[in-house]
């Protein structure tokens, strides 16, 4: 009843801001009408403009002209195809798949990589949201962001332990033009889940001198139905989130200043939670007794960039982040209540020696503390400090051919503190410090011999720490309940690997080959023991050698801007020395996709889309583990974007599992407990934006 | 600036907000039955006699939870081996009771120590022990 005063008052709150909106337009519309068409095609140029640019490289600068392989994904046309969380979103690009624990947590899997083998950033910074447990999903909506850049392959160079298998770059929606103020609202429908999404923003920019951006974000999920339209009891979730930036522009220096809040419950199901949890109505949210997740997570950046002169630029990036975890696992209050508070800096100098050579001098420090409050403890209290020193160099000795180079140096500090029922004097591992130190190198290629032509070719390390899960567990994992012992011990994991791409972009056609090949050294795992504790299984970490080898191919067609088809393929093999399997790998997977445009004058922009994905089964998997069947899922739907003077609409209706096809996914944690992936889902999505003049004596004074 | 100065401030309050106590937890409640015909202490036993041994296990806060129940042996002070495990459900979740049986062995001066295991969901553990020396 509480929640759904919350949810009622925050729609109310929309609809008001909303209204106003409408009306504010309806003011000044008659002096607007004229100027709109010219200030929105500027606006188009501008984003394709910025589209092309890649902020993930060690410059900023085009795909084409960094020897890394990199993909955009672009939130706003994906958002329209149904999916639940950013990392749904993510995962319909060839190479990324989710580790999933139901609908509401996931975390993003690039080439089989995950948690603190794959670098996540938000404002150019590290963002950690407790990423060493399989079931701490990534915790973010697409709210507020334009686009994401996956960086295929380690990137240590620049920002040290982590970006070892690559990084998932998530890149905030662009400012408003100037004076201008850009509104919308979006309302999603899930009818597999009886819930759905509301997202309120709006960017303002005075002048190009200040802008702001205010966005709000509401997600409200009821529990979701298998392919049997079997309830899954507790899958239920919820979510509020703000963001909030102000940036400035005084001659030559830019700086922006980010602020985001979320408070995520996500209903948790583990291996015995069906012998004591009450099945309640088929609608019901609650989610204050039954097992549950919850987060708080406060992020604070400010991005700076200063331009020297013609051949000297400067970034400075710093934040502090606040993560709060709660765990409630069947014991009816909360458990596990961790806090990990991270402040980071990234210093980044840009120098152009000439024409043909660039260097980069990079600087990255970050501090972290992690306190447990709660009586459930599985990690120490402890302390963290990572800095990394990096110099780069680009070479540009023709215009169709870029080398570039880098080699970089670092250190973790780690210092784990007395915790009683962790590491104190009962327990085998007793409080540690120690220094980590790490060396990293890359080294690329990227070659455009014509126009339709990009080559790429990179070989780079990359650099894990263990963590502090791997060093320093001491206690009962809940939900599974195996004991998990770590081994302050462990070495860093390396990586070593060779990523090639080839893009071959001719008349109506695109391809892209992406292959890679990476060796590990000191590859860290959870392995089972014959020992028990006190009844409970005893698993410890343990590392060995591993090899990785797999790619992405992608075929597409585009005719008149009207057809538009592509097939894709993701696949890839990953095993330790031993022979064994690694954990959780994602099986080969098929996408192939037709879309049909349609645009008349004055009539709405119409799409019509289908599409089918095909999993095969894993060819192996890890001890024990149990292994998913093939699967086919076929997804359909339409959207229609329609621009008047006043109001954007964009309507999209999908439908995915159309089939209702029951399955598992084997990068599923419920394939544990036989729980089936979601069924059949209908997602209405309506978007409308408005785009108006901000301040009208300015536009008079123009 | 006052605005940059009203997000710094903002965000040190929120962290401080969402700071809180420490909870370090009640360990669940386990004890030796003490009614006529049980072993609840340490004791010396004929070799080759049959004696039993009881526990009553209770969790110690409202919304604790029992898991797991687990009897080990040591003998003569070598690494404990478990005998006995049992996964808790039900009632058995609040307040659980177990009565174990056991026939002392024949080797004369030998120190038996059995250990009881009570955990609770959160892995807090707590244990009752008894050492038996064989006469």
Redesign the interface.
């Known amino acids: 009843m509480k929640k759904s005063r919350y949810l009622i008052s925050g729609l109310l709150f929309l609809s008001i801001v909303a209204k106003a909106q409408t009306d504010s337009i309806g003011r000044v519309i008659d002096r607007q009408e004229k100027s709109i068409q010219n200030i929105l095609k500027d606006e188009h140029r501008m984003q394709h403009q910025i589209k092309d640019v890649i902020i993930s490289a060690y410059q900023e600068e085009s795909a084409k002209h960094t020897a890394l392989s990199i993909e955009t994904i672009s939130i706003d046309s994906l958002a329209r195809t149904g999916t639940f969380t950013l990392t749904d979103l993510m995962a319909k690009t060839a190479g990324i798949t989710k580790l999933s624990t139901g609908v509401g947590i996931a975390k993003p899997v690039l080439r089989g990589l995950y948690g603190n083998r794959l670098l996540i950033l938000m404002n150019g910074l590290k963002f950690d949201n407790q990423q060493w447990q399989d079931e701490h999903g990534l915790g973010l909506s697409e709210m507020g962001l334009s686009k994401v850049e996956v960086v295929k392959g380690p990137m240590s160079v620049l920002y040290g332990s982590e970006a070892l298998g690559g990084v998932l770059n998530l890149i905030e929606e662009n400012k408003a033009p100037i004076n201008r103020r850009l509104t919308d609202f979006t309302d999603k429908m899930n009818t597999n889940t009886f819930g759905g999404s509301v997202d309120y923003g709006t960017r303002i920019n005075h002048r190009g001198k200040n802008w702001s951006r205010f966005r709000l974000h509401i997600d409200n999920h009821a529990d979701y139905s298998d392919g049997r339209n079997s309830r899954v009891l507790n899958s239920r979730f919820d979510g509020y989130a703000l963001k909030y930036s102000y940036g400035f522009q005084k001659e030559k220096w830019t700086s922006e200043w980010h602020w985001a809040s979320s408070f995520n419950r996500f209903g948790f199901i583990f291996n015995d939670i069906y012998s004591f949890v009450v099945e309640d109505p088929r609608q019901s949210r609650r989610l204050s007794y039954n097992p549950a997740h919850l987060v708080i997570l406060n992020m604070f950046s400010n991005v700076n960039h200063w331009k020297i002169n013609s051949k000297n630029q400067f970034n400075f990036n710093w934040g502090v982040q606040s993560n709060e975890r709660m765990e409630r696992e069947g014991s009816g209050a909360i458990s596990l209540n961790m806090h990990l508070l991270t402040a980071q800096y990234l210093a980044k100098w840009e120098h152009r020696l000439n024409l043909k050579h660039s260097l980069i001098l990079t600087h990255y420090n970050q501090m972290q503390s992690n306190v447990n409050y709660g009586a459930r403890k599985i990690i120490p209290d402890a302390r963290m400090q990572e800095a990394n020193f990096s110099l780069y160099w680009e070479y540009n000795p023709k215009e169709e051919l870029v080398f570039e180079s880098g080699i970089s140096y670092g250190e973790k500090y780690i210092q784990s503190l007395l915790t009683v029922a962790v590491n104190d004097a009962k327990k085998e591992i007793k409080p540690f410090k120690g220094v980590h130190p790490f060396y990293s190198f890359f080294s690329g290629v990227s070659y455009n011999p014509t126009e339709w032509l990009n080559m790429k070719l990179n070989i780079a390390n990359g650099i894990r720490v263990p963590n502090l899960a791997e060093l320093s567990s001491n206690g009962l994992h809940e939900g599974i309940f195996i004991y998990e012992l770590g081994n302050p011990n462990l070495k860093n994991e390396n990586s070593i690997g060779l990523n090639g791409s080839i893009g071959v972009d001719v008349k109506q056609w695109n391809v892209q080959i992406t292959p890679f090949y990476t060796l590990y050294k000191n590859y860290i795992y959870l392995a089972p023991t014959n020992q028990t504790w006190y009844g409970f299984k005893r698993y410890a970490y343990e590392q060995q050698d591993a090899m990785q080898m797999g790619g992405e191919f992608l075929i597409s067609y585009k005719q008149d801007n009207q057809w538009e088809a592509h097939l894709q393929y993701a696949g890839m093999q990953s095993k330790t020395a031993d022979g064994n399997y690694t954990p959780f790998i994602p099986a080969q997977k098929f996408s192939s996709g037709v879309q049909y445009s349609v645009k008349i004058a004055y009539l709405p922009a119409f799409v019509i889309s289908t599409s089918v994905d095909h999993c095969l089964a894993p060819q192996g998997g890890y001890v024990n583990e149990i292994l998913a069947k093939q699967y086919t899922l076929w997804n359909a739907g339409m959207s229609f974007v329609w621009n008047t003077p006043r109001v954007n609409y964009d309507i999209s209706l999908n439908g995915n599992n159309l089939l209702n096809t029951v399955y598992f996914d084997n990068l599923s944690r419920f394939k544990d407990y036989g729980i089936y992936e979601i069924g059949r889902n209908i997602a209405l999505r309506v978007k409308l934006s408005w785009n108006q003049v901000s301040e009208k004596k300015h536009v008079d004074k123009k | 600036m006052k605005?940059?100065f009203f997000?710094?401030t903002?965000?040190i309050a929120?962290?401080l907000i969402?700071?809180?106590?420490?909870?370090?937890?009640?360990l669940p409640l386990i004890s030796f039955k003490t009614a006529t015909g049980y072993t609840a202490a340490d004791a010396s036993i004929t070799k080759g006699a049959s004696i039993k041994m009881g526990v009553d296990c209770e969790k110690a806060?409202?919304?604790?939870?029992l898991?797991?129940?687990?009897i080990?042996k040591s003998v003569n002070g070598a690494a404990a081996v478990?005998v006995y495990?049992?996964d808790l459900?039900?009632a058995d979740?609040d307040k659980f009771s177990y009565d174990y049986s056991i026939t002392q062995d024949t080797v004369v001066g030998r120190k038996t120590t059995y250990t009881y295991?009570i955990?609770?969901?959160?892995?807090?553990?707590n244990q009752v022990t008894c050492t038996l020396t064989t006469k």
Request: with cysteine.
């Open positions: 605005k940059i997000f710094v903002l965000f929120v962290i969402s700071s809180c106590e420490k909870d370090a937890g009640k806060e409202k919304y604790d939870v898991k797991k129940f687990n080990s478990s495990d049992q459900s039900g979740q295991t955990t609770n969901r959160d892995g807090l553990v």
